[in-house]
């Protein structure tokens, strides 16, 4: 069936390092992808998302490209700030009113 | 991005009791969500509900569960005699531009 891998957690970076998260999936066809993102307490917020190969997803500073070869969609940052502490779910949608398939999430904290 | 709005934010219950969990999806949308996560776990879909019907549903969604839309606004879940392992944070979602916007969700404690 459809499913999403992320690298394990946690992951402890300091401040102004680089981000990298690691995300593959599994799915026929062409499914949409995206970040979410759950800041301590909170609800699941929208990150970002690309909907075709080679699309490139943006916001806040982070970025993820759809690669359909390598069935990836990492998620990356030049420079993490303690507020980007939160955890971070990878997730696929297959059609647009299918549910979301989502990873087991990637906790980051970022240090001072 | 569309707002959705979940109420109560923390709901504590005795094991045994029905509890209704509310989402309010701002504006007109066909197509909503729960999914439920247990603390530390996965996000799990729940069940898809598609102009006033439920269009998918997940093997957790058994018969201790339901959903409505009972005034066109507001739309529930309803888990009518809850278990201790029902304990998780509920989320409601809403379909727009072919993406899941999340609400907030509740906290649901069943002692």
């Known amino acids: ?112 | 991005e569309p707002e959705v709005t979940q109420t109560p934010s923390h709901q504590v219950t005795q094991m045994g009791q029905e509890v209704i969990l509310r989402c309010v999806p701002i504006s007109n949308h066909l197509y909503f969500y729960w999914y439920r996560q247990i603390l530390g776990q996965k996000v799990e879909f729940l069940v898809s509900f598609y102009n006033n019907e439920i269009s998918e549903k997940s093997e957790i969604f058994d018969d201790q569960f339901s959903v409505e839309r009972p005034d066109g606004s507001n739309f529930t879940l309803k888990i009518r005699s809850t278990k201790l392992e029902d304990s998780a944070m509920y989320f409601c979602a809403k379909l727009a531009t072919d993406t899941q916007y999340f609400g907030p969700g509740t906290r649901l404690t069943v002692l």
């Open chain 1, 1 to 112: 069936g459809d499913s999403v891998t992320q690298m394990e957690g946690p992951v402890t970076l300091s401040e102004e390092a680089f981000l990298t998260i690691n995300c593959t999936y599994t799915a026929t066809g062409y499914p949409s992808l995206f970040w979410y993102v759950q800041y301590p307490g909170e609800g699941l917020q929208l990150l970002l998302k690309a909907t075709k190969a080679d699309d490139k997803g943006s916001n806040k500073g982070f970025e993820a490209t759809y690669r359909k070869e390598t069935t990836s969609f990492h998620l990356e940052k030049g420079s993490v700030q303690v507020s980007d502490s939160a955890v971070y779910f990878c997730a696929l949608l297959k059609t647009s009113y299918d549910k979301v398939i989502f990873g087991p999430g990637t906790s980051l904290s970022v240090i001072p």
